[in-house]
């Protein structure tokens, strides 16, 4: 990921409709040049139909190249 300027990037593993939150990361985003953040997330169920969101803590932009999940 980069920014523009330094952000707070909010990772999570959600219900399919994003009414539950299963487990969340924030990960700072320190600038505009390329970067690899690694996380982990331990989901406190497991929900075949559920999804993984990224989001923004304020208002901003990211650019992020891909993310990859893994049990």
Known sequence: M???KPTVVLA???SRD???RYDQTQIQVSGNEWKKYSFAMMPIVS???GR???RLK???SVVLGH???QP
Request: aromatic residues 10%.
């Open 12 to 14: 999570s593993l959600e």
């Open 2 to 4: 980069r920014a523009e």
């Open 58 to 60: 304020a208002p901003g």
């Open 18 to 20: 994003g009414e539950r």
């Open 47 to 49: 929900d075949p139909a």
């Open 52 to 54: 993984f969101a990224i």
């Open 67 to 69: 993310a990859f999940l």
